[in-house]
């Protein structure tokens, strides 16, 4: 009965098990991680940007007859881009009809160079940086 016992106690050691299982999934967990935070950043700035597009066309049909509707837009979108992108913001603006922009449309384009938090998209994307573009047309009434 005693050596059933001690060949029980001897087989059940698992010295060094946990540390082996971090191991293995450690790496997998952490890239997971990068790759959702990276994944969640370019989102934010891809909403940003859609957003600083919009609010630029929108602030363009407004402001269609004045003189200098184009800066106006311009300033309008650098004004709501948040200051992480302000630098990089490169902004194209539109009429289709230039002699009247009252009866045509607005195009406000709106690229910003994004760097990425983490290695891993830049890995997957080769590239620390990433090019992200948003455009919107609105019809001036």
């Not at 060094?16 to 989102?43: F, H, K, R």
């Not at 957003?51 to 800066?71: F, K, L, M, P």
């Not at 881009?81 to 490169?90: E, I, K, L, W």
């Amino acid at each position: 009965m005693i050596l059933f016992k001690r060949l029980f106690r001897v087989s059940k050691k698992e010295n060094g098990q946990a540390i082996a299982e971090l191991a293995i999934i450690l790496p997998v967990l952490l890239i997971l991680l990068c790759g959702i935070i990276d994944i969640s950043w370019v989102s934010y700035n891809k909403l940003t940007l859609s957003y600083c597009s919009r609010e630029g066309a929108r602030y363009g049909i407004v402001h269609a007859q004045d003189a200098n509707a184009v800066q106006q837009v311009v300033d309008r979108v650098l004004q709501v881009a948040p200051g992480s992108m302000r630098d990089t913001v490169t902004v194209t603006v539109t009429y289709s009809n230039v002699m009247s922009p009252s009866l045509g449309d607005i195009s406000v384009r709106v690229s910003a160079v994004v760097e990425n938090l983490t290695p891993v998209m830049g890995s997957i994307f080769s590239g620390d940086v990433l090019q992200l573009s948003s455009e919107c047309v609105m019809k001036v009434e």
